[in-house]
């Protein structure tokens, strides 16, 4: 039995019409499941009884379960319950101009990284679409609260599992759906090259963020495993190619690590990587894990870095940080958690 979360309202209108229905019920599911918040099949009380037991046995809007929930006063961290018993994270930040949330992609991350949380844990499996629209779901229901944009940035590699991803979108993106405009949508990959090119090519208006964290190759090998897959030269074609097809800006990820990429040769490097093209650059604090060697730049090393990056001319933003005192990097309060 399928999770009616799982339909894009398409593939809903192709199922009502291969059951011999006029395909707007779709619509009216979707207003119920994401306008009324109605989750029981049985009160959708526009569609006549038949059909609502016909979608009682061929589907069901089961919940992922919060399993555990952190907060600071600007930064709510939850671990989710999956049906088979693996565990994910999302993330809620409260900013002035509304609130975000960080989705996790898939349970693990095969990718690597050297620096993450979420790469120690080999991918499991990948996320349902159901599950990545359920962690918006059940936390605007805990916070009784609209979330007004989504980063693809938690546990995971989005364009590896890229069917589900775009399936997500199109269900959050949806008039009748979530609703969360395409430009309050961020994409955030390691560099799939490949799957940018697919990404490129779709009507979807969403954000792309790289994590670039290095700008050479001997670097981000060390740094990042995939760079020795897609290799420096072809990530830069690829963004460059993205940014021709799309015309949509692209946002360079740079996590800082003391004394591994925060010297100010490598902002020099980065801007001359970047030197004219539709970018911006946002130096990432490092949030440090107890697992991991790495340690933040100081803020000195990251002011320092920012102004070279500046007077090179390209668009430069420093993240602002969050739940630093409830381990909101990602991976880490999975990691802390004992599979059961
Ligand atoms: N796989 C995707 C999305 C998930 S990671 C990607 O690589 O972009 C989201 C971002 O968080 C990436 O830029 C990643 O490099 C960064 N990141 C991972 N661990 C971090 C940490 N401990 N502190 C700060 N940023 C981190």
């Known amino acids: 039995m399928r999770n009616l979360f799982d339909l894009t309202k398409e593939e809903l209108e192709t199922y009502f019409l291969n059951i011999g229905e006029k395909k707007f019920k779709a619509t009216q599911v979707y207003e119920w499941l994401y306008q009324k918040r109605e989750y029981d099949i049985s009160k959708f009380s526009n569609l006549k009884k038949e059909i609502r037991d016909k979608l009682t046995m061929d589907f069901n809007t089961n919940l992922i379960t919060i399993e555990k929930k952190e907060t600071d006063n600007l930064t709510h961290k939850y671990l989710f319950r999956l049906f088979d018993n693996n565990f994910i994270e999302a993330v809620v930040m409260h900013h002035d101009y509304g609130s975000s949330i960080c989705v996790s992609s898939e349970v693990g ?132 190619d993205y940014l021709s097809v799309t015309g949509r800006r692209i946002t360079i990820e740079y996590v800082m690590l003391n004394n591994v990429n925060d010297k100010l040769e490598y902002a020099q490097e980065l801007a001359s990587l970047f030197k004219g093209m539709n970018i911006y650059i946002n130096l990432i604090p490092y949030n440090e894990t107890n697992h991991l060697e790495f340690k933040r730049s100081s803020k000195k090393n990251i002011m320092a870095f920012y102004d070279c990056l500046k007077k090179n001319g390209l668009n430069v933003t420093i993240r602002k940080e969050f739940g630093r005192n409830i381990n909101a990097a990602c991976g880490q309060l999975r990691g802390s958690m004992k599979q059961v």
């Open 109 to 240: 991350c095969n990718m690597a990284c050297k620096f993450c949380e979420s790469g120690r844990q080999k991918k499991i499996r990948n996320l349902e679409a159901y599950e990545i629209v359920e962690q918006i779901l059940v936390i605007e229901q805990d916070l009784n609260m609209h979330l007004s944009s989504v980063v693809i940035m938690g546990i995971g590699e989005p364009l590896d599992n890229f069917a589900n991803i775009i399936r997500f979108i199109k269900i959050i993106n949806d008039p009748k759906g979530l609703q969360i405009g395409a430009r309050h949508i961020t994409l955030s990959t390691c560099g799939l090259v490949p799957k940018m090119y697919e990404l490129s090519k779709l009507p979807l208006q969403i954000n792309l963020a790289i994590s670039l964290h290095a700008p050479n190759d001997q670097l981000r090998n060390a740094l990042m495993p995939v760079n020795k897959v897609y290799n420096l030269s072809t990530l830069m074609q690829g963004i460059k």
